[in-house]
């Protein structure tokens, strides 16, 4: 099973890696984790999110992909071309489902989408 997730820099990777990381273990699944930027200024950040994410993965193979475009775009995109099972998407502070993202995503695509709360 693959299991894709996306992150949103550094600060939110600090705060959601470990449960995502430990959502994958328990699945036994592979975690593809998604930066997505629309710029070259934001490549520092997304790697540095993305090394967050790969150094906590123990137990399961954690394969970081950064990619400059539109976001829901290109998580749609890799999801399919990376034959991504289960797509893992944060809700936003209010814990609001119908988030622009989310919904897009989720519109875009026949891939599973699981709506994970803040933490």
């Known amino acids: 099973m693959k299991i894709m997730v996306t992150t949103a820099g550094t600060v939110p990777a600090r705060k959601k890696a470990d449960?995502?990381?430990?959502?994958?273990e328990h699945a036994r699944a592979d975690?593809?984790?998604l930066h997505v930027i629309n710029s070259q200024d934001?490549?520092?950040?997304?790697?540095?999110?993305?090394?967050?994410?790969?150094?906590k993965g123990g137990e399961?193979?954690?394969r970081p992909i950064l990619r400059i475009g539109r976001l829901t775009d290109t998580i749609v995109k890799?999801?399919?071309d990376e034959k991504i099972d289960l797509i893992l998407l944060g809700l936003d502070e209010r814990g609001d489902i119908s988030s622009a993202i989310s919904r897009d995503v989720m519109e875009k695509t026949d891939i599973p989408v699981l709506l994970v709360p803040n933490i």
Not at 19 to 24: F, I, P, Q, R
Not at 42 to 55: C, P, S, T, V, W
């Open 19 to 24: 449960y995502l990381v430990d959502v994958a």
């Open 31 to 33: 975690l593809i984790v």
């Open 42 to 55: 934001d490549y520092e950040d997304g790697q540095n999110a993305l090394k967050i994410f790969h150094r």
């Open 60 to 62: 399961i193979e954690v």
């Open 78 to 80: 890799t999801a399919t």
